[in-house]
């Protein structure tokens, strides 16, 4: 899974007196159950720790987020 | 019935010393997105919903406990050995004052936990659908508690919380998927 595959840009209305410095892009997560309806059987697993670490044993549901990526 | 097990779901490191992160913490302690209205939503739906899917919700909503644990947890850390000038910077006077160093269910702005925030509708559907917004809701907290720490030891263990709120909004959609299926059972002899 790609992270950039899971971020949705928008660019809002910039008003020509809006008081602060505009944001032109702003982003939103859409992580991977949104796009599965029911697991399908046998999907590859992560080894246990990193499963652990991350989260999920399944490669296919996992949505890296980092700081300040908005 | 619980069977306790004396550790946590998933180790909890804090490695800075911020009394601020605290305060914010708190919103998934005893916020209306917390992991307490999150436990108490599930295991209280469960008697009303559809065989089929008690167990999920019985086995979820025992998961958001453990999650509740590393919360105070985090909690615990940042504020156990925290001054009471340390704990007034940090916004946490009004806290101290009430509660010395205690947690409380309470959210960011110390509007304390109400059974309000959880619904129970009787209706599955209603009711899944209810747990999958909130299951959402929660993953977003933890984005922006992500965002106001640059504490990577924290900042894993609230990726490892937000990756179970995706995986948990994915089991109750797969419930909704069982419970619309059930027309389409045929008995095969």
């Known amino acids: 899974m790609?992270?950039?595959?899971?971020?949705?840009?928008?660019?809002?209305?910039?008003?020509?007196?809006?008081?602060?410095?505009?944001?032109?892009?702003?982003?939103?997560?859409?992580?991977?159950?949104?796009?599965?309806?029911?697991q399908p059987p046998r999907l590859p697993q992560f080894p246990p720790y990193e499963a652990l670490q991350k989260g999920t044993l399944w490669p296919l549901f996992f949505s890296p987020y980092d700081c300040r990526q908005q | 019935m619980w069977i306790y097990?004396?550790?946590?779901?998933?180790?909890?490191?804090?490695?800075?010393?911020?009394?601020?992160?605290?305060?914010?913490?708190?919103?998934?302690?005893?916020?209306?997105?917390?992991?307490?209205?999150?436990?108490?939503?599930?295991?209280?739906?469960?008697?009303?919903?559809?065989?089929?899917?008690?167990?999920?919700?019985?086995d979820i909503g025992t998961e958001e406990f453990a999650h509740l644990e590393m919360i105070a947890t985090m909690v615990y850390k940042l504020t156990k050995d925290a001054t009471v000038q340390q704990m007034e910077a940090a916004g946490l006077g009004a806290h101290f004052a009430n509660h010395n160093r205690a947690l409380f269910y309470e959210n960011a702005a110390g509007v304390p936990w109400t059974a309000a925030y959880i619904a129970a509708k009787g209706d599955p559907i209603a009711d899944l659908y209810e747990d999958i917004a909130a299951e959402e809701k929660a993953r977003a907290t933890y984005q922006w508690l992500i965002e106001m720490t640059d504490d990577v030891d924290l900042q894993d263990g609230l990726k490892f919380l937000r990756q179970r709120e995706i995986i948990h909004a994915q089991r109750f959609k797969e419930a909704v998927e069982i419970l619309k299926a059930e027309k389409d059972v045929k008995k095969v002899f």
């Open chain 1, 2 to 38: 790609m992270l950039t595959n899971q971020i949705r840009c928008w660019q809002p209305f910039i008003g020509p007196f809006d008081p602060c410095k505009p944001m032109l892009v702003k982003t939103f997560v859409t992580p991977p159950n949104l796009f599965i309806p029911f």
């Open chain 2, 5 to 58: 097990e004396k550790k946590l779901q998933y180790p909890v490191r804090v490695s800075k010393c911020d009394p601020r992160m605290a305060k914010f913490l708190i919103e998934q302690y005893g916020g209306s997105d917390g992991e307490l209205a999150a436990a108490l939503r599930y295991l209280n739906q469960r008697y009303t919903i559809p065989d089929k899917v008690i167990g999920l919700l019985t």
